[in-house]
């Protein structure tokens, strides 16, 4: 069974920095692409920023020059590095993982908090 522990959400001052990890395991199939989605309270569901099997990444433009995603392919972890984090950057950061053979699966969500 796909399971997605993510961890290094919490609180954090404006102008700071927090590292997200999602680790896939329970399936040994293909992952295609990795990535990570928030969403504030009263508002949809949004990508922040993807990586796929080859490398390629897409991140939204909110977060160009702020946040960088990486992947370390043989713990199936992906990463997701937040500097210079403003408020409106608070939300629940869902991790998101698409397998060639079973499909979309999600993190439970964590919450990153930044303080004005």
């Known amino acids: 069974q796909v399971q997605l522990v993510e961890s290094g959400g919490g609180l954090v001052q404006a102008g700071g920095s927090l590292r997200l990890s999602c680790t896939a395991s329970?399936?040994?199939?293909?992952?295609?692409?990795m990535g990570w989605y928030r969403q504030a309270p009263g508002k949809q569901r949004e990508l922040v920023a993807t990586?796929?099997?080859?490398?390629?990444?897409n991140l939204a433009d909110s977060v160009k020059g702020r946040f960088t995603i990486s992947r370390d392919f043989a713990s199936r972890t992906v990463y997701l590095q937040m500097n210079s984090l403003q408020p409106e950057d608070t939300a629940v950061y869902y991790c998101?993982?698409?397998?060639?053979?079973?499909?979309?699966?999600w993190g439970r969500g964590a919450q990153v908090t930044v303080s004005s």
């Open positions: 998101h993982v698409m397998y060639r053979s079973l499909g979309d699966y």
């Open positions: 329970g399936s040994a199939f293909r992952i295609e692409v």
């Open positions: 990586i796929t099997n080859s490398g390629s990444t």
